[in-house]
């Protein structure tokens, strides 16, 4: 029943950057993971980076290089500094925070990356 609540989106230039953050209402070391998706208009929901309790961070493809996730134990939030950011970027960007057993989603942040 965790709480998250994304901020930091916005509009941007191409190759601009961006930082998203993440606050939890718990203890996010207490998650198996905590990550970051986005969902683009007409597109189905993707992982973009997480990052598990062992502090091990896997990427998507296609932000390789590019994005870096995060996290503040103390702070419970988890960020995503986004760089080079492309038009392909532009999406909605929801924080996650998975258990065993689910999913737990935030509200979502828009980021719009255009000229």
């Known amino acids: 029943q965790v709480q998250l609540v994304e901020s930091g989106g916005g509009l941007v230039q191409p190759g601009g950057s961006l930082r998203l953050s993440c606050a939890a209402s718990?203890?996010?070391?207490?998650?198996?993971?905590m990550g970051w998706y986005r969902q683009a208009p007409g597109s189905q929901r993707e992982l973009v980076a997480d990052?598990?309790?062992?502090?091990?961070?896997n990427y998507a493809d296609s932000v390789k290089g590019r994005f870096t996730i995060s996290r503040d134990g103390a702070k419970n939030t988890v960020a995503l500094q986004m760089t080079a950011l492309k038009p392909e970027d532009t999406a909605i960007y929801y924080c996650?925070?998975?258990?065993?057993?689910?999913?737990?989603w935030g509200q979502g942040t828009q980021v719009t990356v255009s000229s």
């Open positions: 996650n925070a998975r258990t065993l057993r689910i999913h737990n």
């Open positions: 718990e203890n996010i070391l207490m998650f198996n993971a």
């Open positions: 990052i598990n309790v062992g502090g091990v961070t």
